[in-house]
C-alpha cells in the first residue's frame, strides 16, 4: 500500500454515504475540470464561490474559468482571512450574500479555500433555505487531507472553537495538489501534521512511509498525491463507518482535545495554526499514553521525532508567545479543554495510543490526572 503513485490520471477516492456518497477526486490540475465535473453532477445549477482574499487572488480566476468553460453561472462571496471569518459575523455575510445572489436549493455553492472556509462555506449551505447542496475544492493541505471531507461545518464561538455547526456533506471534492505550491512552508507544515495523524492513529505502515518521504511530499512529487490520497481514504473509511461521530469517528481527534485548548488559549491567532496545535496535542496524547501504561516511551518518542523532523511544534514550550497569560497556566488549559466537544458531563474523553497506528478512546478519564501532566509539562518535564 505505500508504493507512491507514478500515473497522472486523478485519484478518486469514494466516500461511501448511501445517498450522499461522493467523490473526492485528487491530482495535480484537477481545478481545470471543476466545471465539467459539476456540469455532469447537477446540469443547470447555478454556482457561488465562497473564498478569501488571498486564494481569490490565486484560484479564483481559474475557477470561475472552468465554471464557465461548462457554461455554469458563478458569483463570489470574498470573506476575511483567518478564523476570525468563522464567526457569526462571517456567517452572515455569507448567508446575506447566497440569498442575494439567488441561490436556490437546486443551485450549488463551490467552498474554495481552506479549512475556514469550507467550514463557514458549508455551514451557510447547510441553513441558507435549509439546505443548498455544496462542492468543497480544498486549497490548503490540511482541507484536502481532512476538513474538505466528511461534512462536518461551522464556526466558532466565543466560548471555544467549532462549537455552532451542522454535519452538512459535500456533493463533490476536487483537491488540485498543485494549488499547494503558494502555500508557506508553514502553512504546509500544519497541514501535514493531519496527514500524519492518520498514520499515528490507523495505519503504521503509513507512518513508516511518512518517516521515509515526507520531503517528497513537501516538494510537490507523486508522494503527495500519494498521501493526500492515503489520508483521505483513511477518512473517508471512518466517515462512512461513523458519519455522526458516535463511535469511531472520535479516533480522527487525536491530538485536537490538548490542540483546540492550546489553539484557545493563543486566541485562534497565528501563534499557533490548527495543525501545529495538532502535533503538539498529537504529542501529549502520545506521552499521556505511555504515562498510563497504554505505549512505550519509545513509540511516543517516535512520533515526536517525526513531527519534530518536519518542523512542526511538538511541545508547549515550542509555541510563540509560551509564558504568557492563559497558555502557560493549567486550569486555564484545563478549562478550556472542558469547553471542547469532547466532553461528557465533566469527564474528559481523550484518543490516545496503545502503538503507533492503533489509537483507542479513553472515555472518562480523570481530569486531576490530566491536569498533573500538563502542569508538568508545562514546567518543562520531558
Ligand atoms: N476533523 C475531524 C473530523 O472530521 O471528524
Given at each position: 500500500m505505500t508504493a507512491a503513485l507514478t500515473h497522472t490520471a486523478p485519484t478518486i477516492v469514494d466516500v461511501a454515504l448511501g445517498d450522499r456518497a461522493y467523490e473526492?477526486?485528487?491530482?495535480?490540475?484537477?481545478?481545470?475540470?471543476?466545471?465539467?465535473?459539476?456540469?455532469?453532477?447537477?446540469?443547470?445549477?447555478?454556482?457561488?464561490?465562497?473564498?478569501?482574499?488571498?486564494?481569490?487572488?490565486?484560484?479564483l480566476e481559474a475557477t470561475e474559468t472552468s465554471l464557465a468553460e461548462a457554461g455554469i453561472a458563478s458569483s463570489r462571496i470574498i470573506v476575511g482571512e483567518g478564523e476570525a471569518s468563522k464567526s457569526y459575523a462571517g456567517l452572515e455575510q455569507v448567508c446575506e450574500a447566497l440569498i442575494s445572489a439567488r441561490i436556490e436549493r437546486n443551485d450549488l455553492v463551490v467552498a474554495l479555500g481552506g479549512g475556514v472556509v469550507g467550514d463557514l462555506a458549508g455551514f451557510a449551505a447547510a441553513v441558507v433555505r435549509r439546505g443548498i447542496d455544496f462542492v468543497q475544492v480544498p486549497t490548503s493541505l490540511l482541507a484536502q487531507v481532512d476538513s474538505s471531507v466528511g461534512g462536518k461545518t461551522g464556526i466558532n464561538s466565543p466560548q471555544g472553537k467549532n462549537l455552532v455547526g451542522a454535519f452538512h456533506q459535500p456533493v463533490l471534492v476536487v483537491a488540485?495538489?498543485?494549488?499547494?505550491?503558494?502555500?508557506?512552508?508553514?502553512?504546509?507544515?500544519?497541514?501535514?501534521?493531519?496527514?500524519?495523524?492518520?498514520?499515528?492513529?490507523?495505519?503504521?505502515?503509513?507512518?513508516?512511509?511518512?518517516?521515509?518521504?515526507?520531503?517528497?511530499?513537501?516538494?510537490?512529487?507523486?508522494?503527495?498525491?500519494?498521501?493526500?490520497?492515503?489520508?483521505?481514504?483513511?477518512?473517508?473509511?471512518?466517515?462512512?463507518?461513523?458519519?455522526?461521530?458516535?463511535?469511531?469517528?472520535?479516533?480522527?481527534?487525536?491530538?485536537?482535545?490538548?490542540?483546540?485548548?492550546?489553539?484557545?488559549?493563543?486566541?485562534?491567532?497565528?501563534?499557533?495554526?490548527?495543525?501545529?496545535?495538532?502535533?503538539?496535542?498529537?504529542?501529549?496524547?502520545?506521552?499521556?499514553?505511555?504515562?498510563?501504561?497504554?505505549?512505550?516511551?519509545?513509540?511516543?518518542?517516535?512520533?515526536?521525532?517525526?513531527?519534530?523532523?518536519?518542523?512542526?511544534?511538538?511541545?508547549?514550550?515550542?509555541?510563540?508567545?509560551?509564558?504568557?497569560?492563559?497558555?502557560?497556566?493549567?486550569?486555564a488549559l484545563m478549562t478550556l479543554m472542558a469547553q471542547d466537544k469532547k466532553v461528557s458531563r465533566g469527564r474528559l474523553t481523550f484518543i490516545l495510543l496503545e502503538a503507533v497506528g492503533k489509537a483507542v478512546i479513553a472515555k472518562d478519564v480523570d481530569g486531576a490526572s490530566v491536569r498533573d501532566f500538563v502542569a508538568r509539562k508545562l514546567a518543562g518535564a520531558a
Open positions: 473526492i477526486v485528487i491530482g495535480r490540475n484537477v481545478l481545470g475540470g471543476l466545471g465539467r465535473r459539476i456540469a455532469a453532477l447537477r446540469p443547470g445549477a447555478r454556482t457561488a464561490i465562497v473564498t478569501d482574499r488571498t486564494v481569490a487572488r490565486h484560484w488540485d495538489t498543485a494549488v499547494l505550491d503558494t502555500l508557506s512552508p508553514r502553512q504546509f507544515r500544519a497541514g501535514y501534521a493531519e496527514v500524519a495523524k492518520y498514520g499515528v492513529l490507523g495505519d503504521e505502515g503509513f507512518f513508516a512511509w511518512l518517516e521515509v518521504n515526507h520531503a517528497g511530499i513537501m516538494a510537490g512529487a507523486s508522494a503527495r498525491e500519494h498521501a493526500i490520497a492515503t489520508s483521505c481514504r483513511a477518512k473517508a473509511a471512518i466517515v462512512s463507518r461513523d458519519e455522526r461521530e458516535t463511535g469511531d469517528r472520535a479516533l480522527l481527534n487525536l491530538g485536537h482535545t490538548f490542540g483546540h485548548a492550546l489553539e484557545a488559549a493563543t486566541g485562534f491567532s497565528d501563534r499557533l495554526f490548527h495543525g501545529e496545535g495538532v502535533a503538539v496535542g498529537m504529542t501529549l496524547a502520545a506521552e499521556f499514553s505511555v504515562e498510563r501504561g497504554l505505549i512505550a516511551a519509545d513509540d511516543a518518542l517516535r512520533v515526536k521525532r517525526h513531527l519534530a523532523e518536519v518542523g512542526l511544534p511538538t511541545a508547549l514550550q515550542d509555541i510563540a508567545g509560551f509564558s504568557q497569560e492563559g497558555l502557560a497556566d493549567a486550569d
